[in-house]
């Protein structure tokens, strides 16, 4: 191929890729402790390409129980605004294994805007929570950030890396598993998707939505194993009788 095609080619794609419709982005954070078998999952929507989160399936693998914390707020127990549709504990006859949640698109005046996003409370408004009304994780935006680091027992070691909730993300369910060495820990499932409102929605009481581009955050704690202490024990005293040689 000669120089001229070869840049030729080259500028066709930087064309082509500046062109692209970038999706909007929503970050899933998975904390698990091998401990005490507790699992918890957070949701986030970094950047001003959308107007918040709309709704999610987050399907759970290796479980035995969990409970949905998504922004909602009732009135005698019944769901009036915000992720009214789902939000069931699982394992569930409906979402099987999945964390689901979303918004009633059919009823505008039910909607939230700027859910685990930067937008609330500037430049949407964050909904008005009064009572008789009860709010659930409202309001989310004014947590502060939390950094997984933070959430370990001392001594405990972590498989994946630890990851940072930004103070606007949500937790969207926590739960437990059996963690007594039968099976795996708690993970992500096969099939997990989020949806946000598209960018202005909000400024209409809009019901356009768009799926998001999902990634995904795991870290797992636990403690070294038995083996793991005498293998130290035993490099601790090799290094002692080597010292002593040396000396």
């Known amino acids: 191929m000669s120089r001229f095609v070869k840049l030729f080619v080259c500028a066709f794609v930087v064309l082509a890729l500046s062109g692209a419709v970038q999706a909007a982005t929503v970050e899933l954070g998975m904390w ?3 401990l005490n ?17 709309s709704g999610y399936n ?22 009036f605004a915000g992720f009214t549709i789902g939000g069931k504990p ?10 689901f949640a979303g918004m009633n698109s059919t009823n505008p005046a039910s909607l939230w805007y700027g859910v685990g996003s930067t937008k609330v409370p500037d430049p949407i408004a964050g909904p008005d929570v009064v009572p008789p009304f009860e709010g659930q994780q409202v309001p989310w935006w004014e947590d502060a950030d939390l950094d997984t680091a933070n959430l ?7 498989d994946g890396e630890d990851f940072v909730v930004p103070g606007y993300g949500i937790l969207v369910g926590e739960g437990l598993y059996d963690n007594t060495g039968r099976g795996p820990a708690t993970d992500f499932g096969s099939s997990t998707s989020a949806n946000v409102w598209e960018a202005g929605q909000a400024a209409q009481n809009g019901t356009g939505a768009e799926a998001a581009e999902v990634i ?11 083996a793991s202490f005498a293998i130290l024990g035993m490099a601790f005293l090799g290094l002692f009788g080597l010292r002593r040689r040396l000396g």
Do not use: C
Not at 90 to 99: N, S, T
């Open 216 to 226: 995904l955050h795991r870290v797992v704690v636990s403690v070294p194993e038995p």
């Open 32 to 34: 698990v402790n091998e």
């Open 37 to 53: 078998g507790v699992w918890k999952v957070w949701a986030w929507a970094p950047g001003d390409d959308h107007d918040g989160i």
């Open 58 to 79: 987050i399907e759970i693998a290796n479980y035995t129980e969990g409970t949905q914390y998504m922004p909602v707020s009732s009135f005698n127990n019944s769901a």
């Open 152 to 158: 370990h027992p001392a001594g405990a070691v972590t």
């Open 90 to 99: 699982i394992p569930d006859a409906e979402a099987g294994d999945a964390l």
